[in-house]
């Protein structure tokens, strides 16, 4: 077949068999163009082709991803940066690579954890970073003060027992972030403030309007963990950001609208920097952010006996917040900081005892999560007007599911109760699916229902031989052995890749992705 390649200005034809690879098409577009790419420690050129609005990979078949004859592909040089530094990301297993020249080795540690938290959507105050020696860097110090160099991988880590906790926040699963919440009521409440700083971070509507109805609001700033209450003066800068703000920063709206809707006083919320989300939105240059919080910020509130623009009636209130928080301190002149702690209390004192983030999973028995679990169900205190995204959501919800499995009087109770569970499950699946939807609707990410447990009767097909299931089972079991992932795994990784074709329509993207899919089965054959 025939395609045209596109490149600076010119335009060439060139035959091709139809299962070529894209690899192969670069290496003929060099010898074409005579392109000549460079490549030293920093920076790094390599050529790419783009069609229909994706980056084509070099092993993919020029027809598995829809180009046929007559198809025009362009091809770019692109110029890349090479990471100075790795971190390793002990929650979620990525490494994160920070970008930048060698003089990013003499900025302060304090400055990279801020890198680290914007790309990895966690709070400053929930992670620490260390060296592959093991060697925890503090905030005040400076990256060449422990001999780092270019290509060093370090080590995120989180507090022990938080890794299912945060995992369950990053992805918006609001039953897991339930059951993994500590005994301790304190430690609960940073919790809780830390999953609405991730939910707005990630756009997870369900999760943040749980955490709204629980009390947690959005102007109140993460800051620490209760360890180290004692020590807030000198803790991260970063600390004292509050959801709204990080939700201004990742452009996330629907967060920003759920926020506002809640509490209209978060407007005039200031971050450390004395930032109101307005203010962030503009310099992060999200146009929808900024024309959403303009228009909010200057319509009127009506009071008994005058209208005020919103912009001064939250002056207004932040001149008496001031005020209340001068008098409370006049009344406590012994204390210059509040301290919230008790005696009894753990603290914890850098360089004298463990630091407790070692990335560590909770170990837990049975009975140890049921109790978590009855903990974590208990409601905080809320306010009376109250915005619930789960409402809305239940709202589109069938009020009643179709039974898939009949339940006759005559059974055993034992059976009939069995049945009633598995029935419970599915509807909280359902549930767990519509807010998964809901959630990633601003990422636009392919998300599959819920795996099928085994407790849901599967279909016969008449005529079909006893030993079918067992064919079938054996099957994907060998598909997930050559492939290294299982079917379900397959199909959200080639849903993914044919979205990223935003050219194409949703059927022509559905389409590559079945060609993908059928290619890796093929190749496993």
Known sequence: MRVLICFEGSCESFDVPPDRTVG????????????????????????????????????????????????????????????????????????LPI???????????????????????????????????????????????????????????????????LQACLVGHRLTVQSHLSERRTVMRFQLQVALYIAASSGHLDL??????????????????????????????DSGKCPIHIAAESSQLLILKLFITKNPLTLACRDPEGRDPLKVAVQRGHRDCVRYLASKLYSVVSLPNMSLPLCIYLQIKRWVSLGQKRAASNRCQLTSVVFKGRVGDKLLVD????????SQSRKSGPKRSKRIKAKALQPLPTNSNLFSVSHLISKRTP???????????????????????????????????????????????FILPPITRESIPRPVFVGGSPKSSHTLTASLQSFSHHTGRTPRENAIYCLTTASTFTEKPWLKQLKIARTLIRKHVHTMA
Not at 209 to 227: F, K, M, Q, S, T
Request: hydrophobic letters at 35%.
């Open 351 to 358: 360089g004298f005892n463990q630091p407790k983030m070692f």
């Open 24 to 95: 192969a098409m670069k290496q003929m577009v060099k010898k074409h163009f005579l392109v000549h790419l460079s490549s030293d420690k920093q920076v790094r050129q390599h050529l790419e082709l783009s069609f229909g609005g994706a980056a084509l990979q070099d092993t993919w078949a020029l027809c598995d991803v829809g180009i046929r004859s007559g198809s025009a592909i362009r091809c770019l040089i692109k110029t890349e940066g090479r990471p100075v530094i790795h971190v390793f990301n002990a929650v979620t297993g990525e490494i």
């Open 208 to 237: 943040a309007g749980w955490l709204l109805e629980r009390g947690i609001n959005a102007d109140e700033p993460v800051g620490v963990h209760p360890y180290r209450q004692w020590c807030q003066q000198t803790a991260h800068r």
């Open 99 to 165: 970008m930048g020249s060698e003089a990013l080795l003499h900025m302060s540690v304090a400055r990279l954890k801020t890198v680290v938290s914007v790309q990895s959507g966690l709070p400053v105050s929930t992670f620490r970073l260390s060296t592959p020696a093991g060697v925890q860097l503090y905030d005040c110090n400076r990256l060449q003060d422990y001999s780092i160099q270019v290509g060093t991988i370090l080590r995120l880590d989180t507090w022990d027992g938080w890794v299912e906790f």
């Open 399 to 445: 009020s009643q599911l179709p039974s898939l499995q009949s339940v006759n009087p005559g059974e055993p109770k034992e059976t009939q109760k069995k049945s009633q569970q598995d029935l419970k499950r599915r509807k909280d699946g359902l549930s767990v699916e519509i807010s998964e939807e809901d959630s990633s609707s601003c990422g636009g990410k």
